[in-house]
């Protein structure tokens, strides 16, 4: 059974920083992209940042300057640096791997973390 479980969240001042982890555990062949999302109350869930196996990463607008997605692919984990922290931040923040379980040759699926809250007040 594959498992991501994340860290690092809670509450912040406006300006303040916050770093998350996610770590992937169990049985499977290869990850490929890890991201980060997030979902604010009434809000849908957005795409905050993803890194690729290879590095390549993509951010939010949004977020873009602020935040930095990094990962270890050795320890099958992902990390979300966030600077310059604002209320319009806050949201529960889900880690997401897309994984192959068996071998190059399966299906990619999707993996959702449980979430963690990041609150930006004051």
């Known amino acids: 059974q594959v498992q991501l479980v994340e860290s690092g969240g809670g509450l912040v001042q406006p300006g303040g920083s916050l770093r998350l982890s996610c770590a992937a555990s169990g049985s499977f062949f290869s990850i490929n992209t890890m991201a980060w999302y997030r979902q604010a109350p009434e809000k849908q869930r957005e795409l905050v940042a993803q890194v690729t196996s290879g590095g390549t990463t993509h951010y939010a607008d949004s977020v873009k300057g602020r935040f930095t997605i990094s990962r270890d692919n050795a320890k099958n984990t992902v990390h979300l640096q966030m600077n310059s922290l604002n209320p319009d931040d806050t949201a529960v923040y889900f880690c997401?791997?897309?994984?192959?379980?068996?071998?190059?040759?399966?299906?990619?699926?999707?993996?959702w973390g449980q979430g963690t809250q990041v609150t930006v007040s004051s």
């Open positions: 997401n791997a897309l994984i192959k379980k068996r071998s190059m040759f399966s299906t990619e699926y999707p993996y």
